[in-house]
């Protein structure tokens, strides 16, 4: 039945089409027989994994079940400590994993609270509550404000009604609704003012409807089943840290293979050189990478929401550091979502006004209503008195999460449009609650979607006054005269054709006007609406809009230099979007037009794709048309970040690479469904998480550096000895302090260093490239190469000049060790050396490193410890000679780039990166 275009045909054809008579309802026994054939008007759910499961199921990567090897390895080596260690990596990692899955599988839970508990239905010619669970298509609803609409329906009774359709449409202002049927079957949801859709809200009027969906048939529904659809997918971390795990497991284990053939071949004990080979598996194969990634999105998780960012996903924070394309909603995410008034026309004058929100500070550009009487503040008066809603002032107390202290703001109670019209009164120092003390409300005649006006009439010193606002056209030709600094003056018909023309250039600024006009009554006049709203004097027109956010446009520059494209998809009209877009910035000469939902829907999946990358604006677009574009995006190859806050934005939101939700206005829905959450409602915020992300990577990468290069110098060192028949230069024990001192502290105060001053000067990664990019792998291979080469260089020099085996290894693996820490201060930057960006730059990492260098010195000089690790004392020329070959290549590297800075800063040209 849902496939019918309910919205064209006569509300009487649609109730004959369902078998029901309007006045009566359906009878008991047919509502027991639909209900048997369509099921219960609910929101059926995926039966979703236990919860036992589901934490077991962290356990089944490949490079999980191979640390959990290495730990039971560790442990049966007598390394308790080190199979502790990695038994907390794995179980952290498990737990997270866990909660991110688990969470996600809340998402239809939060969406089924939407759908109202109880609904008022005709059953056979009865009015009766009945749970919403039980409505089938054919029933007759009745409803009035406040109520929540329970089911899809077409309205057949619509008296002075409005409805909050934002959360579903993105439609910025209640929508009135009427009973006419339409003419065209692609009208898109946002514009179907004959039909109501479940989740919904009436915040204005009565009436009634016929049920023409339930459950998953209704649009809310089918929302739903796009959210089950929505598959989740791995984030290009996720990915290229699986591909390096399983990578350098399979190279360590083939190279420590070689190590222990190599040695047995020549001559080597078999259990010693099994005992090596162990040792120095577990050394190579990165059991730290998981932890030190863990560590780096957490630091940078804590760093946002200092910025108001909230991550709920930790790997989304660097999904969002390579997107290259933010697909946003306008309404509440790059405007206030608050209704204010630009411009008004009076006396063939237009007159700006400044101000942001619902905040009653501005002005009025070239007037002065307070001091000067005439249109302008009669203009005022009328929006402040023809209104029903009101203006509140709040206080809230913001602590411990992002600030602390109190804020004031203002906020509107009743109809955002209204609420625009009393802030600019109040600019104007207009306030109804001081006219009302000098003139009384007597009557009203409320808004009708029909008649597209509202009087009201006030009784005071004056007399009787009708005060009367609405659709221009419709006021305008109620008139008679019109209001002057000079007075009242007969509205001729080039006054007429100068205001409709003043219309039409508010509505090209994509701007909601209203007109304003009064009418004084006689005492004896009756109250009638033939009496009230006729022969009126017009007093002015009215242009607002739903302001961009003053912050909006300073974070799309940044993200266009950052290479990042910004798109706009809103449920609203053409005209407003473009506006908001060109003011923003978005919409820039060059590119296409503002695409509608009607053009889309003319579009193939193929036309789409090809060219969506030339699209920066799309209007009154459905659920079904903003998860089109992402995936058209996506087959363009683009990271997409898509931010919403209302239920209609939640299946795009989840199918985008990174979801971002509003925290101030969005759905629960639509939370559950995201990857972060802006606290704070502002797109800005975004730019702030880019940098996040993009530093959170670079952080990886050079904990990734450190780590292999150090592994390399290991495996090289043990391999290159073995191969040219030496001693083994380190013992079994002594390669797996090495890869608890060096792989500890430091590689974790690595992945929190700060992030370059450049980062957001960069264009964005492409998520298809290797980790190992620009050039990482060469220098991961060159530095390896000398840690094992100048490690066994001591050893052997140690050995030449008479040394003992004990103090020999000693020399060795103290090398080993120091090379690593002079090391770590070199992968700080991939572009600078260590005196360019500052050895105290990061304290952690100073702290770390002094930490383990007196773990190692404890190693080396305490008598238990040294019977332990097999080591001895060293003398002076010993530690020369360590400390030489071990941090020679990190001073010589750090003088090389300060100098070459300085000659190119003379204009010198150096080879060379």
Not at 776 to 801: P, S
Not at 888 to 895: D, E, F, N
Request: net charge positive.
């Amino acid at each position: 039945m849902r496939q019918r275009a309910w919205h064209v045909l006569p509300w009487l054809d649609v109730a004959k089409y369902l078998g029901v008579n309007p006045g009566k309802g359906l009878s008991l026994k047919e509502v027991n027989r639909r209900l048997s054939e369509v099921g219960k008007n609910i929101l059926e759910t995926k039966k979703g994994v236990h919860p036992v499961f589901l934490f077991l199921g962290q356990f089944r990567d490949f490079m999980v079940l191979v640390l959990l090897a290495a730990t039971i390895i560790s442990a049966l080596m007598g390394e308790i400590a080190d199979a502790i260690t990695i038994m907390a990596i794995l179980i952290l990692n498990a737990i997270l994993g866990f909660i991110q899955e688990y969470r996600a599988e809340k998402s239809m839970e939060s969406l089924k609270t939407l759908t109202a508990p109880e609904a008022r239905v005709l059953r056979d010619g009865v009015e009766v509550r009945i749970p919403a669970a039980d409505l089938v298509p054919g029933d007759i609803v009745l409803m009035e404000a406040g109520d929540r609409i329970p089911a899809d329906i077409r309205w057949i009774q619509a008296v002075n009604v409005e409805v909050e359709e934002s959360a579903l449409t993105g439609e910025s202002h209640p929508v009135p609704k009427r009973i006419g049927e339409l003419n065209d079957e692609l009208t898109p949801m946002a514009d179907r003012v004959n039909m109501g859709y479940m989740g919904t809200s009436l915040v204005n009027g009565r009436g009634a409807g016929v049920v023409v969906a339930t459950g998953m048939d209704t649009e809310m529904g089918i929302i739903a089943s796009m959210i089950q659809s929505v598959e989740g997918e791995e984030t290009p971390l996720q990915k290229r840290l699986d591909q390096l795990g399983k990578y350098l497991v399979m190279i360590s284990l083939i190279v420590c293979g070689l190590v222990v053939v190599t040695g047995i071949i020549r001559g080597e004990g078999i259990y010693k050189m099994f005992l090596a080979g162990v040792s120095l598996a577990v050394a190579a194969i990165p059991e730290g990478l998981p932890a030190i990634v863990t560590v780096a999105l957490a630091i940078g998780v804590q760093r946002m929401v200092r910025r108001n960012a909230i991550v709920r996903k930790l790997p989304a924070v660097e999904t969002l550091g390579c997107a290259t394309v933010v697909c946003s909603d306008k309404t509440g995410t790059l405007t206030q979502n608050e209704m204010t008034v630009r411009q008004i026309y009076v006396d063939r004058k237009m007159v700006a006004v400044t101000g942001q929100g619902y905040d009653p500070k501005g002005e009025f550009l070239g007037a002065d209503p307070v001091k000067e009487k005439g249109p302008l503040q009669e203009a005022l008066k009328v929006a402040a008195l023809c209104n029903n809603s009101s203006l509140t002032r709040k206080g809230m107390q913001v602590a411990g999460l992002f600030r602390s202290g109190k804020e004031s703001f203002w906020g509107i109670e009743g109809d955002p449009t209204e609420g625009a019209l009393l802030v600019a009164a109040a600019k104007g120092g207009i306030w109804r609650e001081t006219l009302e003390r000098k003139e009384e409300r007597i009557g009203e005649i409320p808004f009708d979607s029909e008649r597209k006006r509202m009087s009201v009439v006030y009784q005071g010193k004056r007399g009787k006054i009708a005060y009367v606002k609405g659709a221009p056209d419709e006021i305008l030709k109620r008139c008679k005269s019109e209001l002057t600094s000079d007075g009242i003056v007969e509205l001729s018909e080039i006054r007429r054709r100068g205001i409709m023309k003043a219309n039409d250039e508010l509505a090209k600024k994509a701007l909601r006007v209203l007109a304003l006009a009064q009418k004084p009554l006689r005492n004896n006049e009756g109250e009638r609406e033939e009496n009230i709203e006729n022969e009126l004097v017009f007093v002015g027109l009215m242009g607002m809009i739903d302001p961009p956010r003053p912050s909006a446009a300073k974070a799309i520059k940044v993200c266009r230099k950052a290479g990042i494209k910004p798109v706009m998809i809103t449920g609203d009209h053409r005209l407003t979007a473009e506006a908001v877009a060109r003011e923003l910035g978005i919409l820039r000469s060059g590119d296409k037009e503002v695409v509608t939902g009607a053009e889309l829907s003319q579009m193939s999946d193929e036309e789409l794709a090809g060219q969506v990358m030339n699209i920066s604006v799309y209007a009154r677009v459905t659920p079904k048309d903003k998860l089109r574009i992402v995936r058209a995006l996506k087959k363009n190859n683009q990271v997409v970040a898509m931010t919403g806050d209302g239920v209609n934005d939640a299946p795009a939101v989840k199918e985008a690479d990174i979801g971002i939700s509003m925290g101030k206005t969005g759905t629960d829905v639509t939370k559950e469904a995201s990857a972060m959450v802006l606290a704070d409602d502002n797109f800005a915020t975004i730019v702030a998480a880019v940098e996040e992300g993009r530093g959170i990577y670079d952080n990886i990468r050079k904990f990734i550096r450190y780590l292999l290069s150090c592994n390399i110098g290991e495996v090289l060192t043990m391999f290159l000895a073995v191969l040219l028949g030496l001693p083994l230069p380190l013992l079994a024990i002594q390669i797996l302090w090495v890869n608890l001192v060096t792989d500890g502290l430091p590689a974790m105060a690595l992945g929190v260093d700060g992030a370059d001053k450049d980062i957001m000067n960069r264009k964005p990664r492409d998520p298809r490239e290797s980790i190992f990019a620009r050039g990482l792998a060469q220098k991961i291979l060159i530095r390896g190469t000398m840690i094992g080469f100048g490690t066994l260089l001591v050893f052997v020099v140690a050995l030449f000049m008479g040394v003992d085996m004990l103090a020999a290894r000693t020399m060795a693996f103290t090398t080993l060790v120091f090379s690593q820490l002079f090391h770590v201060f070199d992968c700080k930057s991939e572009t600078r050396g260590i005196f360019e960006v500052g050895i105290f730059s990061n304290p952690y990492l100073v702290a770390a490193v002094a930490g383990s260098t007196l773990m190692q010195l404890s190693v080396i000089y305490y008598p238990p410890l040294q019977a332990i690790f097999k080591t001895t004392g060293l003398i002076g020329w010993q530690w020369g000679l360590i400390l030489l070959v071990a941090g020679g290549p990190t001073i010589l590297i750090g003088l090389y780039r300060l100098l070459r800075k300085a000659l190119r800063g003379n204009g010198v040209m150096v080879s060379g990166k």
